[in-house]
């Protein structure tokens, strides 16, 4: 026999993956993850989820748990978890951007919010890391309004535009918006040397390099998941910032258990560079190449937060993104990164205070769509103690 439990498969931004009611899934934190690896697919040794929802790659293996705030400040409280693949375990220490554009729909369309035309604002409580997240919602006949023009880099067609301000992002995971208090830190990568990284912690804590510094040019995109040389060098660099931060005690725990923070993201000067789409991106219509990995591999566009944490970085003289973007520091501005699937723009509000950068907000558009509802079906013997 199967268990149904009720759940809604949706798209936010540039991910999707299963979305639940709180109330609907085990309280038991052991329990809730094993019935969610399970609806999954998960672990696969052969990295397809064929035998569950999951979508094989790290972009579709992701899951929003959602229910009523607790208090007046929040309409909803979110708590994210990265599904891995081929191994036991779920993540639930940072979140994710863009599954958070599917969360102001979810609230509306479930009854947890009352929606209004023409716009609902939903104060959504990111619960694994406390911030606040505003989402401007598209409402028509108190549903959510998913018909627009608005196009994200990454998804084909279009949707209706939904403005996402994450307020107060600095600090998500770690507490810090530096974590080791540096804007530059030099780290010492067996045998890569010494390596200049930034490790910033805005909306999620990542960890930067110059593309140049591991002999890249910084428009590559196959070349990076072909390259499992690339891969390691990327990785051998954020296990050991894992561990700097504190978020690990060695780098091979930060590899095996602690995969999703910080990410790995690399920055290289504007250039004229081709889409995983085919299309043509000049160099004079963003102002950063970017690319960030997501679970050991190359994220097809960028994460909404790690796009967040970038632009942020870019602003703030001393780390090595503003050294490779160059030209004064702006306190409040929009920066477009060029990412392997096009581009995205990030609104930025900062402050310099007597103790340093504040980073006051950030604003990000995004679509999403609700692909499914009904009940997915877990075998029983999907319980621990089972």
């Known amino acids: 026999m199967q268990e149904r439990i009720p759940a809604v498969l949706m798209r936010g ?30 672990p696969d040794p052969y990295r397809r989820q064929t035998d569950g929802l999951g979508g094989g790659i790290a972009t579709a293996s992701k899951v929003a748990i959602i229910g009523p705030s607790d208090g007046p400040a929040y309409d909803v409280e979110y708590n994210f978890g990265q599904v891995a693949i081929d191994r036991p375990h779920v993540e639930f220490n940072g979140g994710c ?36 997240v505003i989402a401007e919602v598209p409402v028509r006949q108190g549903r959510f309004e998913e018909d ?26 770690t507490g810090k918006l530096f974590p080791t208090g540096n804007p530059c830190d030099l780290l010492q990568v067996g045998s890569l040397g010494t390596v200049p990284v930034t490790i910033m912690d805005a909306a999620n804590p990542v960890v930067f390099v110059q593309a140049a510094r591991i002999g890249l040019m910084g428009a590559e995109i196959d070349e990076i998941d072909a ?132 980073y006051r907000e950030a604003a990000v558009c995004r679509t999403a769509r609700r692909l499914m509802e009904g009940h997915v079906l877990v075998p029983r013997k999907h319980r621990p103690e089972a």
Request: with cysteine; aromatic share 4%.
């Open 97 to 132: 951007g863009n599954i958070s554009s599917g969360v102001g729909p979810f609230a509306i369309d479930e009854g947890l919010v009352n929606g209004s035309e023409p716009v609902t604002t939903v104060r959504i409580l990111q619960k694994n890391t406390g911030k606040l």
């Open 148 to 173: 627009g023009e608005y196009a994200i880099a990454g998804v084909p067609g279009t949707g209706s535009k939904i403005v996402l301000r994450f307020v107060d992002p600095g600090g998500a995971v």
């Open 227 to 358: 390259d499992p040389a690339v891969r390691s060098k990327l990785e051998a660099i954020r296990s050991h910032a894992a561990v700097l931060m504190g978020l690990a005690s060695t780098p091979g725990e930060a590899s095996f258990a602690v995969q999703s923070v910080p990410k790995m993201a690399m920055v290289a000067p504007a250039k004229t560079y081709r889409t995983t789409g085919g299309n043509t991106i000049e160099g004079s219509q963003f102002n950063l190449l970017v690319r960030i990995m997501c679970m050991g591999a190359l994220h097809r566009s960028y994460g909404v937060t790690g796009a967040i944490c970038t632009a942020g970085a870019a602003s703030m003289e001393g780390t090595v993104v503003h050294e490779v973007l160059g030209g004064p520091m702006l306190e409040n501005r929009v920066l477009i990164l060029g990412h392997p699937g096009g581009t995205i723009e990030i609104g930025v509000l900062l402050r310099k205070e007597s103790q340093g950068w504040v």
């Open 13 to 42: 931004g540039t991910s999707k993956g299963l979305f639940f009611h709180s109330r609907h899934l085990p309280s038991d934190p052991e329990a809730r993850k094993a019935l969610i690896l399970r609806a999954y697919g998960s």
